[in-house]
């Protein structure tokens, strides 16, 4: 794709800067037009503002060489202490449910048959092997996939993975599921396409390096504890809560065919369940206060160390797949937006288009989306990068803020590949993902 660039003068300080008619016009001198952030109340902009000054904070320690290395994080002790306190809970509550059952009295085995559906909906969540998941890509369909997995596993010392999924989307994922702790990896096939076969290894690095990187979220004893709390809000506090606060007026219609004194016994039941309903709501939310703020404590004090864990990734990365290809990586990140846009105006034009084999989909979505990639000009790479930085933009909220990892990486002494692209078969690998591209370009163009 080639576009006219073309000269303009900034209306707010006139300095002269490029445009291109493809993407919004900007002046990199006073930063006009660079995008608009989020409108939010003050307090939300206060705990924001809080947040990115935390992250600052660990940004300015790591780059001065502080606390890389070691498993410490503030509020390491808080959180083993209340995740054990979580666990003690969930024990204490399987306890009482079976003395219920043991009492053998009507009115306790009652109490001990609810408590026992409790102790099930509050169980813990080990993850586990999926069944039947068409994202999984095994080691018989994608020998020289694992193989390569399992050479840059080997050369950061960590676990290999048991399983590979490949997803639709532009991220990546690492989990580590079951008792025995079998690791996951989640590859989206969006970003997969777009990188280059050197970035490729630092992306599998950074992903599989979390085996070595002490992520708290990822260890089995918090991880466990999260998910009980998640478990526990979402008892107290369904879906449904917020709608069970505002009082349903129905539709008028279905008064038609009652008589005048039937339609005001009818409207009479009505705001009697709904101020029921309202009443149970709010029982509900006082209910889950104390799991409200115990999430939130826990979250708080996990948090630090997941970002910091995050950062070690990103090193890893740098060491087995060099310094270059990590940070085109985290730089290819900015452009998750441009990326989703393609997809979605693909699968709008889908219904126009008529393609004669179905291989050809998955080739032009796929090819067609890193061509488009490709395409972007420096000029709107470096206003998502602004834009990233102003809005403090990261990949979710467990993550450090993109700009800060890159900026990180840049700051760091350069380093080569541990694991070369040269080495690898990528045809064989290529052919080896034949049937996951055609089916995640059958997710993205809805056919």
Same mark, same amino acid.
């Given at each position: 794709?080639?576009?006219?660039?073309?000269?303009?003068?900034?209306?707010?300080?006139?300095?002269?800067?490029?445009?291109?008619?493809?993407?919004?016009?900007?002046?990199?001198?006073?930063?006009?037009?660079?995008?608009?952030?989020?409108?939010?109340?003050?307090?939300?902009?206060?705990?924001?503002?809080?947040?990115?000054?935390?992250?600052?904070?660990?940004?300015?320690?790591?780059?001065?060489?502080?606390?890389?290395?070691?498993?410490?994080?503030?509020?390491?002790?808080?959180?083993?202490?209340?995740?054990?306190?979580?666990?003690?809970?969930?024990?204490?509550?399987?306890?009482?449910?079976?003395?219920?059952?043991?009492?053998?009295?009507?009115?306790?085995?009652?109490?001990?048959?609810?408590?026992?559906?409790?102790?099930?909906?509050?169980?813990?969540?080990?993850?586990?092997?999926?069944?039947?998941?068409?994202?999984?890509?095994?080691?018989?369909?994608?020998?020289?996939?694992?193989?390569?997995?399992?050479?840059?596993?080997?050369?950061?010392?960590?676990?290999?993975?048991?399983?590979?999924?490949?997803?639709?989307?532009?991220?990546?994922?690492?989990?580590?599921?079951?008792?025995?702790?079998?690791?996951?990896?989640?590859?989206?096939?969006?970003?997969?396409?777009?990188?280059?076969?050197?970035?490729?290894?630092?992306?599998?690095?950074?992903?599989?390096?979390?085996?070595?990187?002490?992520?708290?979220?990822?260890?089995?004893?918090?991880?466990?504890?999260?998910?009980?709390?998640?478990?526990?809000?979402?008892?107290?506090?369904?879906?449904?809560?917020?709608?069970?606060?505002?009082?349903?007026?129905?539709?008028?219609?279905?008064?038609?065919?009652?008589?005048?004194?039937?339609?005001?016994?009818?409207?009479?039941?009505?705001?009697?369940?709904?101020?029921?309903?309202?009443?149970?709501?709010?029982?509900?939310?006082?209910?889950?206060?104390?799991?409200?703020?115990?999430?939130?404590?826990?979250?708080?004090?996990?948090?630090?160390?997941?970002?910091?864990?995050?950062? &070690?990734?990103?090193? $890893? %990365? @740098? *060491?087995? #797949?060099?310094?270059?290809? !990590?940070?085109?990586?985290?730089?290819? =990140?900015? /452009?998750?937006?441009?990326?989703?846009?393609?997809?979605?105006?693909?699968?709008?034009?889908?219904?126009?288009?008529?393609?004669?084999?179905?291989?050809?989909?998955?080739?032009?979505?796929?090819?067609?989306?890193?061509?488009?990639?490709?395409?972007?000009?420096?000029?709107?790479?470096? &206003?998502?990068?602004? $834009? %990233? @930085? *102003?809005? #403090?933009?990261?990949?979710? !909220?467990?993550?450090?803020?993109?700009? =800060?990892? /890159?900026?990180?990486?840049?700051?760091?002494?350069?380093?080569?590949?541990?694991?070369?692209?040269?080495?690898?078969?990528?045809?064989?690998?290529?052919?080896?993902?034949?049937?996951?591209?055609?089916?995640?370009?059958?997710?993205?163009?809805?056919?």
């Amino acid at each position: 794709m080639t576009d006219s660039i073309t000269t303009r003068t900034c209306p707010q300080c006139g300095a002269a800067y490029d445009s291109n008619p493809r993407f919004s016009e900007w002046c990199p001198n006073c930063e006009w037009n660079l995008g608009s952030e989020p409108t939010l109340s003050p307090r939300a902009a206060r705990r924001r503002s809080r947040e990115r000054a935390r992250d600052e904070e660990l940004y300015v320690r790591l780059a001065a060489g502080a606390g890389g290395e070691s498993g410490w994080y503030p509020g390491r002790s808080g959180a083993l202490v209340l995740a054990s306190l979580v666990h003690l809970v969930t024990l204490a509550v399987l306890a009482a449910t079976l003395w219920l059952l043991l009492t053998g009295k009507p009115p306790f085995v009652v109490l001990g048959v609810v408590g026992l559906g409790l102790a099930y909906l509050l169980r813990p969540r080990f993850g586990g092997r999926r069944r039947e998941d068409p994202a999984l890509v095994t080691r018989e369909q994608a020998p020289q996939l694992y193989a390569l997995s399992d050479t840059v596993a080997e050369a950061l010392g960590v676990r290999r993975p048991d399983r590979i999924r490949v997803q639709s989307g532009y991220r990546t994922g690492y989990a580590r599921l079951g008792v025995r702790q079998e690791v996951e990896l989640t590859v989206g096939m969006a970003l997969w396409a777009v990188l280059s076969p050197q970035e490729r290894i630092a992306l599998l690095a950074r992903e599989l390096g979390h085996g070595a990187a002490r992520d708290p979220r990822r260890g089995l004893w918090l991880r466990v504890a999260l998910d009980t709390l998640d478990a526990w809000y979402g008892l107290l506090m369904p879906s449904s809560g917020d709608e069970l606060m505002v009082t349903r007026i129905e539709s008028s219609s279905q008064y038609d065919a009652l008589p005048a004194g039937g339609v005001l016994r009818q409207m009479t039941v009505n705001a009697q369940k709904a101020l029921v309903e309202e009443l149970t709501a709010r029982l509900l939310l006082v209910c889950a206060l104390p799991v409200r703020l115990a999430r939130h404590l826990l979250h708080r004090s996990v948090l630090p160390g997941s970002r910091l864990a995050e950062y &070690r990734a990103d090193d $890893l %990365a @740098a *060491r087995v #797949g060099s310094s270059t290809a !990590a940070t085109a990586v985290l730089d290819a =990140l900015f /452009l998750d937006e441009s990326a989703m846009a393609y997809l979605r105006k693909q699968r709008a034009l889908q219904g126009h288009s008529a393609v004669t084999r179905p291989a050809d989909i998955a080739q032009a979505l796929w090819e067609g989306l890193a061509e488009y990639l490709d395409s972007v000009p420096d000029i709107e790479r470096e &206003r998502r990068r602004r $834009l %990233a @930085a *102003r809005r #403090g933009t990261a990949v979710d !909220a467990w993550y450090p803020a993109t700009h =800060l990892r /890159l900026r990180l990486q840049a700051g760091r002494p350069a380093q080569a590949a541990a694991v070369l692209a040269d080495t690898v078969d990528w045809a064989a690998i290529h052919a080896e993902l034949e049937d996951s591209r055609w089916r995640t370009a059958i997710l993205v163009l809805g056919i």
